[in-house]
């Protein structure tokens, strides 16, 4: 029972990894980058639901709603802003201006909020459900069913719709889906659009499991959906979905029967080893030579 | 005239791609560009549907000027372009290949892929087919069918011939002329300068980024300094 009740908690804190992760995933599969600002951009999201139900007062589903249009329009500017005008700069300028980026959120939210811990807002409200003698806390219940849902509405949209369908072609080959119609920019602005309000939701989700919220609150759990992101594979949509949850379980139960300070040790470990079997991630597709 | 380019200027940093570089193309026509590799037929191609941007000049199509359209409206005013090595959509099934095609048509698209499928059968026979997985020849084949669902005004082709078995350029060829028949109007670049004449209304040879020479294609089959350089003797 208690390992079922580790199984779940894990679960629950790999689908949060997951729902950041596709953020990541899914930039880096249109836009060619890795976006190391992601991990901000969920404690802005986290911040947001504070200053609107904490101190502004508004109800919860305010706090969420104004979560995620913040976290998205947030996302969108930053790469108007910053990654835009560096679309065909090295690679390296690209990882240097997204961390710049970084940086630069979390000094804004460090001004305007202060460096302290403070207590996020409950915004889940649900009842622990009670099977037998195993306990399931309302918190991961929630967690589970939303990102669920999530999951399978972006699965649907990217292999069924015809927007879906074009970033796909776009992930492909930006000349030839431009030629297609496809305009690549507004297609760059859509995924992160979309990858932001995963991270609102997300951010909402780790704020409640954690209980609070500060200004570098983004910064481990980007890096570990990073992680995360590579370990399934990164550029695929399932592999970010798969490599989030395995993390999740790997860390919960690596807390729960070995060591809470080796945790984290082992997470990264056991992705060094599945990149050292299968350097594409358990997902990822073969990188394909240019004709 | 259905499109007029007029004195383009193409640099790639230092490297001056198009010298000067005037043609047009007429309602109807097959016109063809031909020229060795590096000539700039790509480039010529790249420039017209606003992938490269020209320094100089202006291009005209359908009476409106194009040249600072973004690439991905040329597709909404009628032009539709085969870029080089076909470029289809390797991960996606041919399916959805034809579908990335009618990207900017509004309405009901089944006509269209039955039309690709009635000159292109084999494409159907592979629909689900993962494109790329596909033959060479195919895989040219779904470019020309992606290209042709949206119904495009004037086609582009850029070596569609190219790397093909014999046969198959011998297919290629008469479907371009099926396309020509039924209303398109074509530019058509190609190395296989023998064949492009062969089937080009009008045709312009480029030389290390210059037009060097123009006329009907029965004129430049004939043309002494053509044979010597493109026709093999
Ligand atoms: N991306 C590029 N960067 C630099 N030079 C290029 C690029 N593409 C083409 N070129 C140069 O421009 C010239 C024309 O190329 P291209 O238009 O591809 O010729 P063609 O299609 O006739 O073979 C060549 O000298 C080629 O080396
Ligand atoms: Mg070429």
Same mark, same amino acid.
């Given at each position: 029972m208690e390992f079922l009740s580790n199984l779940i908690s894990g679960l629950s804190l790999g689908a949060i990894y997951a729902l950041i992760a596709l953020g990541y995933t899914m930039v880096y599969g249109i836009?060619?980058?890795?976006?190391?600002a992601h991990g901000d951009v969920i404690m802005i999201g986290a911040f947001t639901v504070l200053a609107t139900v904490a101190t502004a007062g508004f109800p919860w589903y305010i706090g969420i709603i104004a979560s995620v249009i913040v976290c998205t329009v947030l996302g969108v500017t930053i790469e108007k802003i910053a990654y835009k005008p560096l679309r065909k700069a090295n690679p390296l300028s690209v990882l240097i201006t997204a961390i710049g980026v970084s940086y630069f959120l979390q000094s804004v939210a460090l001004l305007i909020f202060g460096s302290g811990k403070q207590s996020f807002p409950t915004v889940i409200k649900a009842n622990p459900i009670k099977l037998g003698s195993l306990i399931i806390q309302g918190n991961s219940v929630v967690t589970l069913i939303i990102t669920t849902i999530i999951m399978v509405v972006l699965t649907l949209f990217i292999n069924k719709t015809r927007l879906g369908k074009a970033m796909r072609a776009v992930s492909e080959d930006k000349d030839a889906a431009e030629l297609m119609g496809i305009s690549v920019n507004r297609t760059i602005s859509l995924t992160f659009a979309i990858g932001s309000a995963l991270a609102a939701v997300a951010g909402i989700f780790y704020g409640s499991t954690y209980g609070f919220v500060d200004p570098y609150a983004g910064a481990m759990p980007g890096i570990k959906a990073f992680v995360a992101a590579v370990f399934g594979g990164i550029g695929s949509i399932p592999g970010a979905m798969l490599g989030g949850i395995l993390l999740g379980i790997i860390e919960n139960l690596s807390k729960a029967y070995i060591s809470t300070d080796l945790a984290d040790a082992i997470v990264f470990g056991v992705l060094i080893v599945v990149l050292i079997v299968k350097p594409t991630g358990l997902l990822g597709k073969k990188i394909r030579e240019k004709v | 005239m259905m499109l007029e380019a007029n004195h383009l200027n193409v640099y790639y940093g230092n490297i001056h791609?198009?010298?000067?570089v005037s043609f047009s193309v007429g309602e109807g026509e097959i016109v063809a560009l031909i020229g060795a590799n590096g000539a700039g037929k790509s480039t010529t191609l790249k420039t017209i549907s606003g992938m490269l941007r020209s320094q100089t000049g202006s291009i005209s199509f359908l009476g409106e000027d194009? #040249?600072?359209?973004? #690439?991905?409206?040329m597709v909404n005013k009628g032009l539709a372009h085969v870029p080089e090595g076909r470029?289809?959509?390797?991960?996606?099934?041919v399916m959805e290949n034809l579908e990335m095609g009618a990207y900017t048509s509004k309405g009901d698209i089944t006509e269209g892929i039955k039309e690709v499928f009635r000159h292109f059968p084999r494409l159907e026979e592979r629909?689900?087919?993962?494109?790329?997985?596909? #033959?060479g020849g195919e895989q040219q084949m779904l470019a020309i069918g992606r290209a042709m669902m949206s119904k495009p005004k004037l086609l582009m082709l850029d070596?569609?011939?190219?790397?093909?078995a014999p046969i198959l350029v011998e297919e290629i060829f008469e479907i371009i002329r099926l396309f020509h028949e039924a209303g398109t109007t074509i530019l058509l670049v190609e190395q296989n300068a023998g064949k492009a004449l062969a089937i080009a209304n009008r045709a312009y040879v480029l030389e290390s980024g210059r037009i060097a020479l123009t006329g009907t294609g029965a004129e430049l089959m004939q043309s002494e300094a053509i044979k010597k350089a493109y026709l093999g003797g």
């Open positions: 836009a060619k980058m890795l976006n190391f | 791609a198009l010298k000067d194009i #040249s600072k359209t973004e #690439s991905f409206r470029r289809i959509f390797q991960q996606m099934p629909k689900k087919q993962i494109a790329g997985t596909l #033959s070596e569609p011939s190219m790397g093909l």
